[in-house]
């Protein structure tokens, strides 16, 4: 049973910084490319960043390049979002996903590449 698990959300001011964390269980984390998304409210789900399966390529949406950054420990399964220089903009539930098919550690910014997600960690930046 794949369960992924985010924490480090929170109420926090313009200009500042959080670090979510995602931990993975149930699958083969090492081969796993990962990812985050976000969704504010009444909006759809969008694509934050995403990682290889060594961590050796990231990728990041516009909004947030130079500003979060994906990164992995394998040996703790676990992925993280680094988030510096916060906006009122980034409020939202972050998810952090997994794609376990991924075919040779390509990874995607299509939610519907990913096989599994937590159940998200809220991010509040107040202004």
């Known amino acids: 049973q794949v369960q992924l698990v985010e924490s480090g959300g929170g109420l926090v001011q313009t200009g500042g910084s959080l670090r979510l964390s995602c931990s993975a269980a149930?699958?083969?984390?090492?081969?796993?490319?990962m990812g985050w998304f976000r969704q504010a409210p009444g909006k759809g789900r969008e694509f934050v960043a995403t990682?290889?399966?060594?961590?050796?390529?990231?990728l990041h949406a516009d909004s947030v390049k130079g500003r979060f950054t994906i990164s992995r420990d394998n040996a703790k399964n676990t992925v993280y979002l680094q988030m510096t220089r916060l906006e009122p903009e980034d409020t939202a539930m972050y998810y952090c996903a997994a794609d376990v098919n991924s075919v040779s550690g390509a990874y995607s910014r299509e939610a519907v590449r990913y096989d599994y997600w937590g159940q998200g960690t809220r991010v509040t930046v107040s202004s």
């Open positions: 990682i290889s399966w060594r961590g050796t390529r990231t």
């Open positions: 149930g699958l083969t984390f090492s081969s796993t490319v």
